[in-house]
């Protein structure tokens, strides 16, 4: 069973900053790939950045540069520290190893960013 939760969401005034929190299992978090991804009301789930066991990094456009995920080794989790916050980085945020290997969600946590 993968083991991912998510936490650190909340409400944020626009220009701010939140970080998120993704603990893992230890088998997931060393095997795997992991990434952030976010829904917003009334859209599609869209990744947001993806951290491989080697370190590397991507983003989606829409966050490089006020985005940025890393992960501690010794705590098993990822994170995912969101600069500059606009309204629309308002979502429920997940993180998740490739989707084709784990289909399920987890509850996710929800960022709000006011205007």
């Known amino acids: 069973q993968v083991q991912l939760v998510e936490s650190g969401g909340g409400l944020v005034q626009a220009g701010g900053s939140l970080r998120l929190s993704c603990a893992a299992s230890r088998s997931i978090f060393w095997n795997y790939d992991i990434s952030w991804y976010r829904q917003a009301p009334g859209k599609q789930r869209e990744l947001v950045a993806t951290?491989?066991?080697?370190?590397?990094?991507n983003y989606a456009d829409s966050v490089k540069g006020r985005f940025t995920i890393s992960r501690d080794n010794a705590k098993n989790t990822v994170y995912l520290q969101m600069d500059s916050l606009k309204s629309e980085d308002t979502a429920v945020y997940y993180c998740n190893i490739p989707p084709s290997i784990n289909p399920h969600w987890g509850q996710g946590t929800q960022v709000t960013v006011s205007s």
């Open positions: 951290i491989t066991t080697g370190d590397r990094t």
